[in-house]
Structures are given as structure tokens and as C-alpha cells.
């Protein structure tokens, strides 16, 4: 059973900035941040992989920077420019990579993560 920390979240005025920052009891390949607003679905923020690749949701591209620390376990979501859309619990998910022909991927979808922290509530105020 892996566990996941996540902290760092808060509140923030429109074009702020937080850290958030994921510890995880053991090394997993796949780590991703989600997050899921008031009667929304959930939605992925971003995924890297242990080896380094990363995948963005459009919505934080070019504001939201995802990173590891394998040496850690740690995972982290820098947000700058925050806008009162991204108010929402931001959690921390890992999970199994599966093999797509010879490249060794992670899921997208949060229901593709086996483990998940019990999250980190972000509030931006416009």
C-alpha cells in the first residue's frame, strides 16, 4: 500500500502562486496531480513519469510546471498565474505503468491510479 502526502495548497488572490508538493512511502513509476471542483468531475493537471516525461493539461499549460524528486519520492505541481478557475482539491495519485509496444507509459484518467492522497484544497478569489 502506497501511501501519498500531499501540501502546500492555500489561498491565493488571482495571479498568484503555490507550490504544491506530494510524498510517497515508496518509489512509483507513474505520479500525477488531479483535481476535482465542487459538482465537477474530476479532471488530470499533469503526470510524470519516473523516468521524466511529462504530460500538461491544456488548461495549465504554460502556468503549471510538474517535477519529481526520485531520490525523494517526491512529487511536485509549481502553479503561477493562478485564476479563479483552478479553485478545486488538488490530489496526488500513483499508480502502474503499462507497456504500449515498446514504450513504457502512464494513464491519464484518474481512475487509472491505484493510490491517491487525500488531497489539498487551492483557492484563488478573483
Known amino acids: 500500500q502506497v501511501q501519498l502526502v500531499e501540501s502546500g495548497g492555500g489561498s491565493v488572490q488571482s495571479g498568484g502562486s503555490l507550490r504544491l508538493s506530494c510524498i510517497a512511502s515508496e518509489l512509483v513509476y507513474c505520479m500525477g496531480w488531479f483535481r476535482q471542483a465542487p459538482g465537477k468531475e474530476p479532471e488530470g493537471v499533469g503526470i510524470?513519469?519516473?523516468?521524466?516525461?511529462?504530460t500538461s493539461a491544456d488548461s495549465v499549460k504554460g502556468r503549471f510546471t510538474i517535477s519529481r524528486d526520485n531520490d525523494k519520492n517526491t512529487l511536485y505541481l509549481q502553479m503561477n498565474n493562478l485564476r479563479p478557475e483552478d479553485t478545486a482539491m488538488y490530489y496526488c495519485?500513483?499508480?502502474?505503468?503499462?507497456?504500449?509496444?515498446?514504450?513504457?507509459?502512464?494513464?491519464?484518467?484518474?481512475?487509472?491510479?491505484?493510490?491517491r492522497g487525500q488531497g489539498t484544497q487551492v483557492t484563488v478569489a478573483s
Open positions: 495519485a500513483a499508480g502502474d505503468s503499462y507497456w504500449s509496444g515498446p514504450s513504457r507509459r502512464c494513464g491519464a484518467a484518474p481512475y487509472e491510479y491505484k493510490y
Open positions: 510524470q513519469t519516473y523516468s521524466g516525461r511529462t
